[in-house]
């Protein structure tokens, strides 16, 4: 409170060493201008009471990263510079990636190689599954051949071979007879040598019938030969053999498959990790910001995870204000802070108090966070803070507006083109060198701003409007 008064006297002394000299002189001639004076004046207004702090400091990225490849190469592009504004997702520095290109290729290759692996072991496969059931049907073969020779002919065949004996014997008979009586026909002349031929001949033809009728039955009531059942056993075992290979070969066209399909799976790993160390080759931004730093350029040599930028984020600014010891506990975490940067103001937000005092300047620094959404603002400015310590309205006029002669402070109204001098009783506050007013004047009062010092009560003055109430 005393310093705040110390400063509205020193406000007010600068003030009367202009107009004091003149005040004495003037006084008898105070209305008789001809010539109405040319002032300033603006209308009275309540605005925001601050207390103005005459802090500044260096705006700094929010947020800082380095960035580095994760592989290393020959540096093939790094054209950006230092300040450039860039946006998250921007390329901003190559690798040399003709090893890393190869790498995809040959990836490539290897997982259609795989395919074809895979198409021909299940060709492989297709192929044992149909010797399988080719096995399984001689296997049922054979085995129906073991079955009928161990068996031995069934009754019925038997009894169709005993018939067929039967037939071929009454048919030998006949024809015997036949030709017995041809003969004896022939002899006699009542035959020809023809018929008595033909006859012979059918008697011979009925016998070998018959022979070959009585060895089919032999054959079926002796049943099959040792030879025989080796055969039909040699059969069997081999179609079991067949099967025991074509088993094989499909076990070994399945085990064929699997290692194809593993080729396939490693074959796209690898290409997923040549695919990614490619995408390595290309060093974006993680941010929108600035570029505060270039460390490498085009055509070094830089390993994986060595520092190539360095850049800062910029979607948010901070500043770190150094108060004064004395009046630290003015500020508070999640308090607002008017900065202004050349006519520009913005609001910050104060995101940490530092907890120790500067040895060397007695100050303590206060961290201040500014939204910055356009990214017009730019690490390395230095703004002007004030701290705002009340939220209470009040009116302001500048500091040259308000003349004390020594009794009491006044100011001139601006009353339908005439001077009226008006007492007034100041406040407590000063705001970027103005002075608070509790008293003897109203919102929307117009007043003298500039020029007053000259002034006298009642002077005709010719208004020019401009400037801060």
Same mark, same amino acid.
């Given at each position: 409170?005393?310093?705040?008064?110390?400063?509205?006297?020193?406000?007010?002394?600068?003030? %009367?060493?202009?107009?004091?000299?003149?005040?004495?002189?003037?006084?008898?001639?105070?209305?008789?201008?001809?010539?109405?004076?040319?002032?300033?004046?603006?209308?009275?207004? +309540?605005?925001?009471?601050?207390?103005?702090?005459?802090?500044?400091?260096?705006?700094?990225?929010?947020?800082?990263?380095?960035?580095?490849?994760?592989?290393?190469?020959?540096?093939? @592009?790094?054209?950006?510079?230092?300040?450039?504004?860039?946006?998250?997702?921007?390329?901003?520095?190559?690798?040399?990636?003709? $090893?890393?290109? &190869?790498?995809?290729?040959?990836?490539?290759?290897?997982?259609?190689?795989?395919?074809?692996?895979?198409?021909?072991?299940?060709?492989?496969? /297709?192929?044992?599954?149909?010797?399988?059931?080719?096995?399984?049907?001689?296997?049922?073969?054979?085995?129906?051949?073991?079955?009928? *020779?161990?068996?031995?002919?069934?009754?019925?065949?038997?009894?169709?071979?005993?018939?067929?004996?039967?037939?071929?014997?009454?048919?030998?008979?006949?024809?015997?007879?036949?030709?017995?009586?041809?003969?004896?026909?022939?002899?006699?002349?009542?035959?020809?040598?023809?018929?008595?031929?033909?006859?012979?001949?059918?008697?011979?033809?009925?016998? /070998?019938? %018959?022979? /070959?009728?009585?060895?089919?039955?032999?054959?079926?009531?002796?049943?099959?030969?040792?030879?025989?059942?080796?055969?039909?056993?040699?059969?069997?075992?081999?179609?079991?053999?067949?099967?025991?290979?074509?088993?094989?070969?499909?076990?070994?066209?399945?085990?064929?498959?699997?290692?194809?399909?593993?080729?396939?799976?490693?074959?796209?790993?690898?290409?997923?990790?040549?695919?990614?160390?490619?995408?390595?080759?290309?060093?974006?931004?993680?941010?929108?910001?600035?570029?505060?730093?270039?460390?490498?350029?085009?055509?070094?040599?830089?390993?994986? @995870?060595?520092?190539?930028?360095?850049?800062?984020?910029?979607?948010?600014?901070?500043?770190?204000?150094?108060?004064?010891?004395?009046?630290?506990? $003015?500020?508070?975490?999640?308090?607002?802070?008017?900065?202004?940067?050349?006519?520009?103001?913005?609001?910050?937000?104060?995101?940490?108090?530092?907890?120790?005092?500067?040895? $060397?300047?007695?100050?303590?620094?206060?961290?201040?966070?500014?939204? +910055?959404?356009?990214?017009?603002? %730019?690490?390395?400015?230095?703004?002007?803070?004030?701290?705002?310590?009340?939220?209470?309205? @009040?009116? %302001?006029?500048?500091?040259?507006? *308000?003349?004390?002669?020594?009794?009491?402070?006044?100011?001139?109204?601006?009353?339908?083109?005439?001077?009226?001098?008006?007492?007034?009783?100041?406040?407590?506050?000063?705001?970027?060198?103005?002075?608070?007013?509790?008293?003897?004047?109203?919102?929307?009062?117009?007043? *003298?701003?500039?020029?007053?010092?000259? &002034?006298?009560?009642?002077?005709?003055?010719?208004?020019?409007?401009?400037?801060?109430?």
């Amino acid at each position: 409170m005393n310093k705040q008064r110390a400063i509205i006297m020193l406000t007010l002394s600068m003030s %009367l060493a202009i107009a004091g000299c003149s005040t004495g002189k003037k006084d008898a001639a105070s209305g008789s201008s001809a010539q109405p004076t040319v002032v300033r004046t603006t209308i009275v207004k +309540n605005t925001p009471l601050h207390t103005a702090y005459d802090l500044s400091g260096t705006l700094q990225a929010y947020e800082e990263r380095t960035l580095a490849f994760q592989n290393g190469g020959i540096v093939a @592009g790094a054209e950006v510079t230092t300040g450039t504004l860039v946006q998250k997702g921007a390329i901003i520095a190559r690798l040399d990636d003709a $090893d890393y290109r &190869l790498q995809v290729a040959q990836a490539t290759a290897s997982i259609q190689e795989a395919l074809a692996g895979i198409d021909n072991a299940q060709a492989n496969l /297709q192929a044992a599954n149909s010797a399988i059931q080719s096995a399984d049907a001689g296997i049922a073969n054979a085995r129906a051949n073991v079955s009928k *020779v161990n068996k031995g002919a069934r009754a019925q065949e038997k009894q169709q071979a005993q018939t067929t004996v039967d037939k071929a014997q009454s048919a030998y008979n006949k024809a015997k007879t036949d030709s017995e009586r041809t003969q004896k026909l022939f002899e006699a002349g009542a035959a020809t040598a023809s018929d008595n031929e033909n006859a012979r001949l059918n008697a011979t033809t009925a016998l /070998q019938n %018959l022979e /070959q009728a009585k060895a089919s039955l032999s054959l079926l009531l002796e049943g099959a030969t040792v030879e025989e059942h080796q055969s039909v056993q040699a059969s069997f075992q081999d179609a079991i053999a067949g099967k025991t290979k074509a088993l094989a070969a499909s076990e070994q066209a399945e085990a064929s498959q699997k290692q194809a399909r593993a080729n396939y799976e490693k074959a796209l790993v690898a290409k997923g990790q040549a695919e990614l160390a490619l995408s390595r080759t290309r060093l974006t931004s993680p941010v929108n910001g600035v570029i505060l730093d270039k460390i490498v350029n085009t055509g070094d040599l830089v390993a994986s @995870g060595q520092a190539v930028y360095r850049i800062g984020s910029i979607d948010r600014l901070k500043v770190l204000l150094p108060v004064p010891d004395s009046e630290i506990k $003015d500020w508070k975490k999640g308090q607002q802070v008017k900065v202004a940067l050349y006519e520009e103001t913005r609001q910050g937000t104060v995101s940490n108090v530092y907890p120790s005092t500067s040895t $060397d300047t007695g100050r303590v620094n206060v961290e201040i966070v500014i939204a +910055n959404p356009q990214r017009d603002w %730019l690490p390395g400015q230095v703004i002007k803070a004030a701290h705002q310590v009340t939220d209470k309205n @009040g009116i %302001l006029v500048p500091a040259e507006a *308000v003349i004390n002669t020594g009794s009491k402070p006044f100011i001139f109204k601006d009353v339908q083109g005439k001077a009226v001098r008006t007492p007034v009783e100041l406040g407590n506050h000063v705001v970027d060198n103005q002075l608070q007013i509790v008293s003897g004047l109203r919102e929307g009062e117009r007043i *003298v701003i500039k020029g007053a010092e000259s &002034l006298f009560d009642g002077n005709a003055i010719q208004s020019e409007e401009g400037g801060r109430p």
